[in-house]
C-alpha cells in the first residue's frame, strides 16, 4: 500500500469500511450551531477562501439516497486539510447548554486525530470533558483577528511536506495532454449526447487531438474500488442500451443507417479511462474488470501513475 496514503478502514458505526482519504481534499470542515454563530460563520468562509481552502459544514451538502452522517459529515471530516468547530452554548429559557451536534462532531476530529481550530466566545465556558484542551476564546471585535492567525498556523501546520505545484484538477489535465487528449467542449449535439451517457455516472468525455476517438474519463479517487468497478459496468450497459437500440430507431425514422453504422463505429473506437487513488485500488479494479471485461477498451491509473508520468516532463533532456 502507498505509505503517503492513510485512508479510513473503521467505520465508527459499524458500516463496512468507507476508504475515505484522510486530509486529500483542501478544505476545512466546519462544526457550529446554525442559530449561535452565524456571523463567525461568515468571517470564517471568506478568510478560508482568501486562503484558497473550501469551507465545508454539514448543513450545506446534499446527500440524496446516502447515508447523510457518512456522505454529510464523517467523510468531510476524514477529508479535509483540517477543522474548525464554534463551541459556542445554546440558549434556551435563559440557560445555556452545549450543542449536542457540534460537540459530537468535534468528537469525531478528535477520534480522527485531525488538527482542529477550537473557537468560542469568552464569555461562556466549555463542556468539562474538553475544557483542558486549548481553546481560542474570543469577543466579537477581536474574532476576525484570533481567526485568520488560528487558520494560517493550521495551513502550516497541516500543509503537505512536498506540495504540488499545481491543483489536482490542473494536475489531471497535464497528465491529460501527456496522453494526447482533450476534455471535450460539449458544443455539439453530437458530444452532448455522448456526454450525457457518463455524467449521471461521474464521467466527463474527452477525445483525442483530432476529434476521432472519445474515451469516457472517471476521477474516482474518492471511491472504493467496487463502486468503481459498478459505475464502469453501469457505463457498460448505457453504451451497450444505446448501441442495440439504434436498429428500432432506424426502423422507427428517428435515425438513418447512415447513422447507426457510424454510432456503431464511433463505439468500437470508444474507450474507458479511470483513476483511482492507488496502486492497490487499481489492482483491486483490474482484477475484477478481468473477471468481467467491459468490451470496452478500458485504462485505469493510479495518482502514482500520474505523478510518475507528470516527473518525466522535468526529467533532465525531456
Known amino acids: 500500500m502507498d505509505k503517503r496514503i492513510r485512508r479510513n478502514e473503521i467505520c465508527v458505526i459499524g458500516l463496512p469500511r468507507c476508504d475515505f ?6 478544505t476545512c470542515f466546519i462544526a457550529y450551531g446554525f442559530e449561535e454563530s452565524p456571523l463567525e460563520m461568515g468571517i470564517l468562509r471568506r478568510l478560508l477562501e482568501e486562503r484558497g481552502i473550501q469551507a465545508i459544514e454539514a448543513g450545506g451538502t446534499l446527500a440524496p439516497g446516502q447515508n447523510a452522517f457518512c456522505a454529510k459529515i464523517c467523510s468531510k471530516i476524514i477529508t479535509a486539510q483540517f477543522c474548525a468547530v464554534l463551541l459556542n452554548n445554546e440558549e434556551n429559557a435563559g440557560i445555556t447548554i452545549p450543542n449536542a451536534n457540534v460537540n459530537m462532531e468535534y468528537g469525531l476530529m478528535l477520534g480522527f486525530n485531525k488538527y482542529v481550530i477550537p473557537l468560542q466566545r469568552a464569555s461562556q465556558k ?3 470533558n474538553v475544557s483542558g484542551l486549548d481553546t481560542v476564546k474570543y469577543i466579537d471585535p477581536d474574532f476576525e483577528r484570533l481567526a485568520a492567525a488560528a487558520i494560517d498556523q493550521a495551513v502550516r501546520e497541516t500543509r503537505q511536506d512536498s506540495p504540488p505545484s499545481y491543483s489536482p484538477d490542473q494536475v489531471l489535465e ?3 495532454l501527456t496522453r494526447k487528449t482533450l476534455v471535450a467542449a460539449i458544443d ?3 458530444d452532448r449526447n455522448l456526454y450525457r451517457m457518463g455524467s ?14 472519445y474515451m469516457y474519463f472517471g476521477n474516482f479517487t474518492a471511491l472504493r474500488p ?11 450497459e448505457i453504451l451497450d442500451g444505446r448501441r442495440e437500440s439504434m436498429t428500432s430507431r432506424v426502423q422507427v425514422g428517428l435515425a438513418t443507417e447512415v447513422q447507426a453504422r457510424v454510432f456503431a463505429d464511433l463505439l468500437d473506437r470508444t474507450q474507458v479511462w479511470l483513476v483511482v487513488t492507488s496502486n492497490d485500488d487499481k489492482r483491486a479494479v483490474q482484477e475484477a474488470l478481468n473477471r468481467s471485461p467491459l ?5 485505469i491509473f493510479s495518482i ?3 505523478e510518475a508520468e507528470l516527473e518525466k516532463l522535468t526529467a533532465p533532456g525531456a
Open 21 to 26: 482519504v484522510f486530509s486529500s481534499t483542501r
Open 126 to 128: 466549555l463542556p468539562f
Open 174 to 176: 497535464v497528465f491529460l
Open 188 to 190: 455539439t449535439e453530437g
Open 200 to 213: 449521471p455516472l461521474g464521467f466527463s468525455l474527452l477525445h483525442d487531438f483530432a476529434a476521432m476517438n
Open 226 to 236: 467496487e463502486i468503481v468497478v459498478w459505475r464502469a459496468r453501469m457505463l457498460k
Open 295 to 299: 468490451g470496452y477498451r478500458t485504462e
Open 304 to 306: 502514482p501513475d500520474v
